[in-house]
């Protein structure tokens, strides 16, 4: 007979130990310099939103004096562009 069980994932991730492996078996397996890359790659993602606002809150101001439409067209765009981070 199996069992099944359903676990809510919540924003930390959770892990349950099932398995009869010694701990010191699992601690060789949980590759820390991945989630350390992980980590820094996420907290880096996160340096480039808030910067991504600053310049998109300067463009604004930037944008609302241009009169060149071809002009006004390019900086709006680039503030599309910085705002989805590409």
Do not use: D, F, N
């Not at 078996?25 to 993602?45: K, S």
């Not at 606002?53 to 241009?66: N, R």
């Not at 060149?68 to 981070?85: C, N, P």
């Amino acid at each position: 007979m199996q069992t099944e069980y359903a676990l809510a994932i919540p924003a930390k991730t959770i892990v349950i130990r099932v398995a009869g492996l010694p701990m010191e078996v699992m601690e060789r397996l949980r590759l820390q310099r991945t989630t350390e890359l992980i980590v820094g790659l996420l907290e880096r993602e996160q340096q480039l939103r808030v910067q991504a606002e600053q310049l998109s809150e300067a463009l604004y101001q930037v944008i609302g004096a241009v009169e060149e439409k071809h002009i006004r067209g390019s900086l709006i765009a680039l503030r599309r562009s910085i705002y989805q981070l590409q």
